[in-house]
């Protein structure tokens, strides 16, 4: 995996701020009822693109949030350029995706439960 440079994680950081006070004002227009936590923010060595990594909670189907969000791409991205435009030559392309770290925390976390709750069974291969 290759490093990002100072400059765009600053930069990823300033777009993880604004757009999660843009979600917070705005995403119950598109989005009643469902809170959208963004959760990373990677963004491309030229600025040009963010990826943003999006969770969501109390809405009902992740992938049909997601498909609304991306359908107001160009929404955020105009109230995002207005709160950074000052501090960017360019605004990024928005790329949206969903985080499914805490799903993957989860099954893991499910697999030792199951791991530990197991019987052990004597270690038959040692010689006594």
Known sequence: MIMESKRQQKFAGVIQQDLAAIFQREGMHFLP???VTITKVRVTPDLAIAR???????????QQ????VKSHASE???????????QVRIIPQL???IDDT???VERMDKIFDK???EDRQPD???ES
């Open 95 to 97: 790329e949206f995706f």
């Open 33 to 35: 009822n469902t809170l």
């Open 76 to 86: 955020i991205r105009y109230k995002l350029g207005a709160r950074i435009k000052d």
């Open 52 to 62: 943003v990594f999006l969770s969501f909670f109390n809405g009902a189907d992740d």
């Open 124 to 126: 038959t291969t040692s």
């Open 65 to 68: 949030s997601l498909q609304t």
């Open 102 to 104: 805490s799903d993957y």
């Open 115 to 117: 791991i530990s709750k």
